[in-house]
Nanobody, 124 residues
Framework: QVRLVESGGGLVQAGGSLRLSCAAS????????MGWFRQAPGKEREFVAA????????FYADSVKGRFSISRDSAKNTVSLQMNSLKPEDTAVYYC?????????????????WGRGTQVTVSS
């Protein structure tokens, strides 16, 4: 059974930082690229960042480039998202997901096994 558990969300003031973590089980973690997506109320699910299966490549949405950093530890089956200089528009539920497809990293349809996510709220 595939299980993804996101943690590290919370309430932070604008300009602050948070580090999200995701623990994966039930999936051959080291074989998969991993992505972070987010969804704000009333909005479509949005790509945030992704890391290749071996950690050699990373990809970011323009809106977070230079502020967020994704990393993975395949020995521990975890992927993290360091978020700095947070803005109110970063407020959303954040999800980590393994990439099952071979298409673009930014497309939600390329990913499978969505977890419950973790809430990030940035106050102004």
């Amino acid at each position: 059974q595939v299980r993804l558990v996101e943690s590290g969300g919370g309430l932070v003031q604008a300009g602050g930082s948070l580090r999200l973590s995701c623990a994966a089980s039930g999936v051959p973690f080291s074989n998969y690229a991993m992505g972070w997506f987010r969804q704000a109320p009333g909005k479509e699910r949005e790509f945030v960042a992704a890391v290749t299966w071996n950690g050699a490549g990373t990809f970011y949405a323009d809106s977070v480039k230079g502020r967020f950093s994704i990393s993975r530890d395949s020995a521990k089956n975890t992927v993290s998202l360091q978020m700095n200089s947070l803005k109110p528009e970063d407020t959303a539920v954040y999800y980590c997901v393994p990439k099952a497809g071979r298409g673009a990293y930014s497309q939600p349809g390329e990913y499978d096994y969505w977890g419950r996510g973790t809430q990030v709220t940035v106050s102004s």
